[in-house]
């Protein structure tokens, strides 16, 4: 008796469990001159981690292989039992297996006879490690997704533009003669995100095409899916208001209860509640959908913008000029139009007559208070600056006008101060603020009772005051306010590393602390992160690979997992949950 070389198994993978599969033991039944193995034959294939192994002695399950004469179509059967596992079981894809075995037609059988299989299909579900090359991102044809050595697609015009399961099939020639094995697999194409923005109780993504996804608490619309109804995860914006084809985006922010994004174009998009005139559109009227700014006040045509940033009932934008617009609400002078505090702005308003409020480069709306940051890395605050959140060293004091941060203290103890280092990157959170300087240091002001100016103590602070530096980690220009507490992305070792502090409840910290945190704390289980968002009582982070991972309180599913389960840990969102709606 001689053993068969040549093997050809089509895996197809959908659904997972299991670690072992069962093949067949050699019995021939019907017409031929074909012999079956009669000895254990194992076959390793590094590259997928399989083995196939024979065992005639000791079958474990059958199934047929039809041997076919070319010419008359004559048909016998030759059936075979063994077992195949896999030796890595590391895979997280949830898989079923089908397997199709065809012999060569040139060993051991007559030249009018060749083998072939129905698939037969075992049932027995188990894991299966897809190869990294196999994991396809959103926007891309299998055609342009490179794979290991030795494979090449043979459906390369399947196109993964939507998000969604999708069969595909790819084929490994291997060297010396081995007839191809091809592998169907179902891959779950999800997007790969760019860019993220918690807010209050609900959260924002922006996709590599441009697209927002939303999820979290639905109230007043601020999702844009047409309705008031919450998400438990993230779901994809279809249109806008009056289905109108939406545009691909640049930016998104998310606020208290509204939502806005930047196109490419430079226009401004806004949805969700529309008290007090923060949407923009010249009226008190809420939006489920994401509707265009086309007016602002004093002009007939709105400037491409650059920035934005969504307050809590205010927003703030950057023209491509560099120029401030603000509108919504004024309570505190939160606007900077140097108004009475109870007049609001229901469209776009340009800030005009402040000396030196020129070529601005970043905005942050805080709650009742708004930061700008110049081409020359100052910082300008105006609004409320209760618990001394302005910067300027009163305790308390409203300014209707941007005012200039000139002095900070010196020392991170002591009240010497000097003049205000350069600045390159600011936010602005509840009655307190960040802000990243050149040479890479943090400095905080304004509330601290919760530790989350990062001090080392729980007060407020009147004026910037540097935190202390961190131990071999350089923070790397992403820093973000929420709610009571503080998130910064600090690089080491080439990784970076998420640092957070301050108000320690519902999980917010994501570090399973139940006491406040009163200086940075290294995010162990956070690394190659890109970019954070802190919202109000959680936090958000996005991986190099396009991932979000987000944490803490989750009453309203803003933590995006398809339930309200708090996580006092980073958790990512899985592929799974990210087409549920609710």
Request: aromatic letters at 10%.
């Amino acid at each position: 008796m001689k053993k068969s070389k040549n093997f050809l198994f089509v895996l197809f993978v959908s659904v997972l469990l299991p670690a072992v599969f069962l093949l067949s033991a050699c019995n021939y039944s019907g017409s031929g001159n074909v012999q079956t193995p009669a000895n254990v034959r194992i076959v390793n294939d590094s590259l997928l981690g399989w083995v196939l192994q024979w065992n005639p002695s000791s079958p474990t399950a059958q199934y047929d292989v039809e041997i076919r004469n070319t010419n008359t179509n004559e048909t016998s059967i030759l059936r075979i039992a063994g077992t195949i596992f896999h030796t890595n079981l590391i895979g997280a894809i949830e898989t079923e297996i089908l397997y199709e075995l065809r012999v060569s037609a040139v060993i051991n059988l007559p030249a009018d006879r060749t083998y072939f299989s129905d698939h037969v299909y075992f049932g027995i579900p188990s894991p299966y490690k897809i190869p990294a090359e196999l994991v396809a991102l959103n926007g891309n044809t299998l055609s342009q997704t490179a794979l290991p050595s030795g494979w090449t697609w043979n459906s390369p015009q399947i196109l993964l533009d939507e998000p969604g399961s999708r069969n595909f099939y790819a084929t490994y020639q291997r060297a010396g003669g081995w007839i191809p094995l091809r592998l169907s697999c179902v891959v779950s194409v999800q997007p790969r995100f760019e860019y993220i923005s918690a807010g209050q109780t609900h959260s924002i993504a922006l996709d590599c095409r441009g697209q927002i996804w939303t999820w979290g608490n639905g109230g007043n619309g601020r999702l844009g899916h047409g309705t008031e109804n919450s998400a438990l995860a993230p779901r994809r914006i279809e249109s806008g208001y009056n289905d109108v084809a939406l545009p691909t985006f640049l930016s998104v922010s998310a606020g208290d209860t509204h939502s806005m994004a930047l196109d490419t174009s430079g226009n401004i998009w806004t949805w969700g509640n529309g008290a007090h005139g923060k949407l923009g559109h010249d009226s008190t009227i809420s939006f489920t959908r994401p509707r265009q700014i086309t007016t602002g006040v004093g002009v007939i045509e709105l400037p491409a913008f650059t920035e934005i940033d969504a307050g809590d009932e205010h927003n703030i934008a950057v023209c491509i000029n560099g120029q401030v617009w603000t509108w919504g609400r004024n309570n505190n002078s939160a606007l900077g139009q140097g108004t009475a505090t109870n007049i609001n702005e229901y469209r776009p308003r340009r800030i005009l007559g402040v000396v030196g409020l020129s070529g601005i480069q970043q905005v942050s709306a805080g709650n009742t208070f708004s930061m700008a940051l110049d081409g020359q890395n100052r910082i300008w605050t105006w609004g409320w600056g209760g618990q001394g959140g302005l910067g300027h060293g009163e305790s308390f004091i409203v300014e209707n006008r941007p005012r200039l941060i000139e002095q900070v203290f010196l020392y991170s103890s002591g009240t010497v101060t000097m003049t205000a280092p350069a600045f390159v990157s600011i936010s602005a959170g509840l009655h307190f603020a960040i802000a990243l300087c050149l040479s890479g240091e943090i400095w905080s002001w304004g509330q601290g009772t919760e530790g989350q100016l990062g001090h080392r103590r729980f007060i407020n602070e009147y004026r910037p005051r540097r935190i202390s530096p961190f131990s071999n980690a350089m923070p790397i220009g992403n820093i973000s306010a929420g709610g009571g507490f503080s998130m910064s992305l600090n690089q080491f070792e080439a990784r970076n590393w998420v640092y957070t502090w301050g108000l320690a409840s519902d999980g917010r910290l994501g570090q399973g602390e139940t006491s406040n945190v009163n200086f940075p704390s290294w995010h162990s289980g956070l690394n190659n992160i890109q970019v954070i968002s802190a919202g109000g009582a959680f936090g958000m982070a996005l991986d190099a690979n396009g991932q979000i991972w987000t944490w803490g309180s989750n009453a309203q599913g803003q933590l995006g997992h398809g339930d309200l389960t708090q996580r006092n840990y980073p958790v990512r969102i899985v592929n799974q949950f990210l087409f549920m709606e609710d």
